[in-house]
């Protein structure tokens, strides 16, 4: 049974009218709530924001164009919740069709999130993985086993010419000749376990080999994780680095369809980080993007794909590296390579024709234009030209462009203010493209590229009818300066809808985080935050993310006083976006709070211990307190645990060390099966307060892991539940004041 329907609706109607909610999503709301207008909409609720049923609707998530071009599959579902089932887009027709309805009509089922990934094979039929194994759905819906004995499938990859299929099962590489559909069965090409298995793979162009990247874990130290939960003691090993201690090692190599063990490339150091890595276009030669742990040193090698000799491709060294945006392609319809590197100051795109030469701009600056990078790129081996990804109309906009090889001026693709992701068919004739932006929930579009200026047709309608009859927040953004070094700084302002400039409001910042400032809907959405923003403004608050050092979209040069300043510059980028709104009016100075989690935990606790009276109240979730038990990769920033300078270096970036400045409310909220920010860690430093005589307030997520707002969905209500009040107790929204209240 299929679901068809016809959309083509155009790029310029996407944006959305605000408007009231069902009333079904706000009956289960507990006593947190806006207090709405007389005769005006019901108010938001934490319950009816992360119910069951979203209002913003099911994001379109793993679309992938067949090897032809003319169909789109993605994982989708039209009202609301989370199990994704197969859609399939006609590109000639635009006929959308439900093709798989495994999250109807059970609800235990329909409670998982469905479909994790998806693939095309060459027959017409769409590989995916569900709950760990691999299956398969013809275009009538019926769905069948893959592999019958293959579980924990991570990873799934079809070959260019659609013939054979390769997936990693259990650290294990198999491969399986789909043109002997029933027959054959997969085979191991690549041994592997979890602790020592394949991470990533890609294809040749020819689908005649495939190359491989090992995560070898076994000399990576373990920690113990003891927790209570589901009324049992788990006792749990977890593969856990620190700073110093041996890392992951990464081994790259080849291995031929045909038969044969991997041939395994030559590395200076295992332990170095493979940024990407592929094959050239006849499958002869490997390119592998590479850098030391600290990222100051990059380096590109070329190797024969066949007897694995190396070729110094490419060296660069900056002590003062904070991000590693590389990005390397084979060149199209040219000799060498193409380099994303901000090597000369931004996020730029370079050509290498041939090892040690010089790096050639492809896009350069145009005078007066001001700062902006390139995220990423997709080389197009068809037509000879490159798309990039950019913040080039805006900081916190990510917009489509086009250039050939030989340069020129860039070709604006998507149009829309907003954030566009998009994937390309094999002959790049096509374009999905799924957009958002501050007033426009995640959907999925489609274009034709022969064209020139694309024409974008909307192919999901996602949001709930009572999205469109809701009033949502103002997004805004406004630039400041930092007081430090006068640094161009942006923050992403939400306001009421009814905001009235005659009065000070309180304010939240937060969630604070790197690459805070986008303009999608949520603003950073690497979490759920996007309701909780609404609830809180919809109360009255004013919320603020401030776009802080470490970020992208500014250079080399504006990140660079970011090393070794963990909860230092960043807080005082956060603290000078706080102090503008005061200025320009718009916050009362006196209802601050600011909260964050992870890094975020880190410079909200960073902010109170060390600017007592600034901030009302703050909120730190799973706050990362001692830098000395991060991930070695935080050592980009601060440093490795050695030199004249450590353990200071490290003690001055940790809030485990800075307690004694604790003046003003705190709560912090962590799970107690963390693996990323040990739960140890928070009762370290709650044991440090306690003896300093520090009061504040202590959530406990029993068996929560790192991402607690994301785990399930009582859970994620309990938390910000939690959060709000803790906010409301002390920053008072119930009304903005006048200048002289």
Do not use: C
């Given at each position: 049974?299929?679901?068809?329907?016809?959309?083509?609706?155009?790029?310029?109607?996407?944006?959305?009218?605000?408007?009231?909610?069902?009333?079904?999503?706000?009956?289960?709301?507990?006593?947190?709530?806006?207090?709405?207008?007389?005769?005006?909409?019901?108010?938001?609720?934490?319950?009816?924001?992360?119910?069951?049923?979203?209002?913003?609707?099911?994001?379109?998530?793993?679309?992938?164009w067949s090897a032809d071009g003319a169909r789109l599959a993605f994982a989708w579902n039209d009202h609301g919740t989370a199990f994704r089932d197969i859609w399939v887009y006609e590109a000639a027709t635009g006929v959308v069709q439900q093709v798989t309805h495994m999250g109807e009509g059970n609800r235990a089922k329909a409670g998982g999130a469905g479909v994790s990934q998806l693939?095309?094979?060459?027959?017409?039929?769409?590989?995916?993985?569900?709950?760990?194994?691999?299956?398969?759905?013809?275009?009538?819906?019926?769905?069948?086993?893959?592999?019958?004995?293959?579980?924990?499938?991570?990873?799934?990859?079809?070959?260019?010419?659609?013939?054979?299929?390769?997936?990693?099962?259990?650290?294990?590489?198999?491969?399986?000749?789909?043109?002997?559909?029933?027959?054959?069965?997969?085979?191991?090409?690549?041994?592997?376990?979890?602790?020592?298995?394949?991470?990533?793979i890609e294809w040749s162009p020819m689908s005649d080999r495939i190359a491989v990247v090992m995560a070898d874990n076994r000399a990576v130290h373990k920690v113990e994780i003891d927790y209570d939960h589901d009324g049992q003691a788990h006792h749990d090993h977890v593969i856990r680095a620190f700073p110093g201690d041996p890392d992951t090692a990464f081994a790259v190599g080849v291995v031929d369809v045909a038969g044969g063990p991997p041939r395994w490339m030559a590395r200076d150091n295992g332990q170095d980080p493979v940024w990407n890595f592929g094959l050239s276009p006849d499958g002869r030669s490997l390119f592998v993007n590479e850098s030391?742990?600290?990222?100051?040193?990059?380096?590109?090698?070329?190797?024969?794909?066949?007897?694995?000799?190396?070729?110094?491709?490419?060296?660069?060294?900056?002590?003062?590296?904070?991000?590693?945006?590389?990005?390397?392609?084979?060149?199209?319809?040219?000799?060498?390579?193409?380099?994303?590197?901000?090597?000369?100051?931004?996020?730029?795109?370079?050509?290498?024709?041939?090892?040690?030469?010089?790096?050639?701009?492809?896009?350069?600056?145009?005078?007066?234009?001001?700062?902006?990078?390139?995220?990423?790129?997709?080389?197009?081996?068809?037509?000879?030209?490159?798309?990039?990804?950019?913040?080039?109309?805006?900081?916190?906009?990510?917009?489509?462009?086009?250039?050939?090889?030989?340069?020129?001026?860039?070709?604006?693709?998507?149009?829309?203010?907003?954030?566009?992701?998009?994937?390309?068919?094999?002959?790049?004739?096509?374009?999905?493209?799924?957009?958002?932006?501050?007033?426009?929930?995640?959907?999925?579009?489609?274009?034709?590229?022969?064209?020139?200026?694309?024409?974008?047709?909307?192919?999901?309608?996602?949001?709930?009818?009572?999205?469109?009859?809701?009033?949502?927040?103002?997004?805004?953004?406004?630039?400041?300066?930092?007081?430090?070094?006068?640094?161009?700084?942006?923050?992403?302002?939400?306001?009421?809808?009814?905001?009235?400039?005659?009065?000070?409001?309180?304010?939240?910042?937060?969630?604070?985080?790197?690459?805070?400032?986008?303009?999608?809907?949520?603003?950073?959405?690497?979490?759920?935050?996007?309701?909780?923003?609404?609830?809180?403004?919809?109360?009255?608050?004013?919320?603020?993310?401030?776009?802080?050092?470490?970020?992208?979209?500014?250079?080399?040069?504006?990140?660079?006083?970011?090393?070794?300043?963990?909860?230092?510059?960043?807080?005082?980028?956060?603290?000078?976006?706080?102090?503008?709104?005061?200025?320009?009016?718009?916050?009362?100075?006196?209802?601050?709070?600011?909260?964050?989690?992870?890094?975020?935990?880190?410079?909200?606790?960073?902010?109170?211990?060390?600017?007592?009276?600034?901030?009302?109240?703050?909120?730190?979730?799973?706050?990362?307190?001692?830098?000395?038990?991060?991930?070695?990769?935080?050592?980009?920033?601060?440093?490795?645990?050695?030199?004249?300078?450590?353990?200071?270096?490290?003690?001055?970036?940790?809030?485990?060390?800075?307690?004694?400045?604790?003046?003003?409310?705190?709560?912090?909220?962590?799970?107690?099966?963390?693996?990323?920010?040990?739960?140890?860690?928070?009762?370290?430093?709650?044991?440090?307060?306690?003896?300093?005589?520090?009061?504040?307030?202590?959530?406990?997520?029993?068996?929560?892991?790192?991402?607690?707002?994301?785990?399930?969905?009582?859970?994620?209500?309990?938390?910000?539940?939690?959060?709000?009040?803790?906010?409301?107790?002390?920053?008072?929204?119930?009304?903005?004041?006048?200048?002289?209240?």
């Amino acid at each position: 049974m299929m679901k068809t329907t016809r959309h083509d609706t155009r790029h310029g109607s996407r944006r959305l009218h605000a408007g009231l909610l069902l009333a079904s999503l706000l009956a289960a709301a507990p006593a947190l709530s806006a207090t709405p207008a007389p005769h005006g909409p019901a108010p938001l609720t934490i319950a009816g924001l992360y119910a069951d049923q979203s209002v913003i609707g099911t994001s379109p998530e793993h679309y992938a164009w067949s090897a032809d071009g003319a169909r789109l599959a993605f994982a989708w579902n039209d009202h609301g919740t989370a199990f994704r089932d197969i859609w399939v887009y006609e590109a000639a027709t635009g006929v959308v069709q439900q093709v798989t309805h495994m999250g109807e009509g059970n609800r235990a089922k329909a409670g998982g999130a469905g479909v994790s990934q998806l693939a095309w094979l060459a027959d017409g039929r769409v590989a995916f993985v569900m709950d760990g194994a691999l299956r398969v759905a013809d275009m009538h819906g019926h769905v069948g086993m893959l592999d019958l004995v293959r579980h924990g499938v991570g990873l799934i990859a079809p070959s260019p010419d659609g013939r054979w299929l390769a997936f990693v099962s259990d650290g294990a590489l198999w491969l399986r000749d789909m043109g002997r559909r029933a027959s054959t069965p997969a085979r191991i090409i690549v041994p592997g376990t979890a602790e020592d298995g394949v991470e990533r793979i890609e294809w040749s162009p020819m689908s005649d080999r495939i190359a491989v990247v090992m995560a070898d874990n076994r000399a990576v130290h373990k920690v113990e994780i003891d927790y209570d939960h589901d009324g049992q003691a788990h006792h749990d090993h977890v593969i856990r680095a620190f700073p110093g201690d041996p890392d992951t090692a990464f081994a790259v190599g080849v291995v031929d369809v045909a038969g044969g063990p991997p041939r395994w490339m030559a590395r200076d150091n295992g332990q170095d980080p493979v940024w990407n890595f592929g094959l050239s276009p006849d499958g002869r030669s490997l390119f592998v993007n590479e850098s030391d742990l600290t990222i100051k040193h990059h380096a590109i090698d070329v190797y024969d794909a066949l007897n694995g000799r190396r070729q110094v491709f490419y060296r660069f060294a900056d002590p003062a590296q904070v991000r590693p945006d590389w990005q390397v392609a084979w060149a199209p319809h040219a000799p060498g390579l193409v380099l994303l590197t901000n090597r000369y100051g931004y996020n730029r795109l370079y050509h290498i024709p041939t090892a040690g030469a010089q790096p050639r701009p492809i896009v350069r600056d145009v005078p007066g234009q001001g700062a902006w990078e390139i995220e990423s790129f997709v080389a197009d081996p068809v037509h000879g030209q490159l798309y990039f990804t950019s913040n080039q109309a805006g900081y916190a906009q990510r917009q489509v462009y086009r250039v050939g090889m030989g340069g020129g001026t860039p070709e604006l693709v998507t149009r829309t203010h907003g954030t566009h992701e998009v994937v390309f068919s094999p002959d790049f004739a096509h374009v999905a493209d799924r957009f958002s932006n501050d007033s426009t929930p995640p959907e999925l579009y489609v274009a034709a590229l022969d064209t020139g200026t694309p024409s974008f047709a909307r192919v999901t309608h996602s949001p709930l009818p009572a999205f469109a009859a809701r009033r949502w927040a103002d997004v805004r953004y406004l630039d400041y300066k930092s007081h430090v070094d006068g640094a161009q700084l942006t923050m992403r302002v939400m306001l009421p809808p009814d905001y009235d400039a005659s009065r000070r409001y309180p304010m939240v910042v937060g969630s604070v985080y790197s690459d805070a400032v986008r303009d999608q809907w949520g603003g950073r959405n690497a979490h759920p935050t996007w309701g909780l923003d609404q609830y809180l403004v919809s109360r009255g608050y004013i919320v603020i993310n401030p776009g802080i050092r470490g970020s992208f979209g500014r250079g080399k040069a504006w990140n660079r006083p970011m090393l070794g300043q963990y909860g230092t510059l960043d807080i005082e980028d956060l603290q000078d976006g706080a102090r503008s709104m005061v200025a320009r009016g718009y916050a009362d100075p006196a209802r601050i709070g600011i909260w964050g989690s992870s890094y975020g935990g880190l410079m909200t606790l960073m902010s109170l211990f060390r600017k007592p009276g600034f901030y009302a109240v703050g909120v730190a979730g799973a706050p990362a307190s001692n830098v000395a038990h991060a991930y070695p990769e935080q050592e980009w920033i601060m440093g490795p645990p050695s030199g004249h300078d450590f353990p200071a270096r490290y003690q001055r970036q940790s809030a485990l060390y800075q307690t004694a400045g604790l003046r003003d409310p705190l709560m912090i909220i962590h799970g107690t099966r963390d693996e990323v920010v040990l739960y140890a860690d928070t009762m370290a430093m709650t044991q440090r307060m306690i003896a300093q005589g520090k009061m504040f307030d202590l959530v406990t997520l029993p068996g929560a892991n790192h991402p607690w707002d994301m785990e399930n969905l009582p859970q994620t209500r309990f938390a910000y539940t939690q959060l709000a009040r803790f906010l409301d107790r002390f920053l008072h929204p119930q009304g903005a004041v006048t200048p002289a209240q």
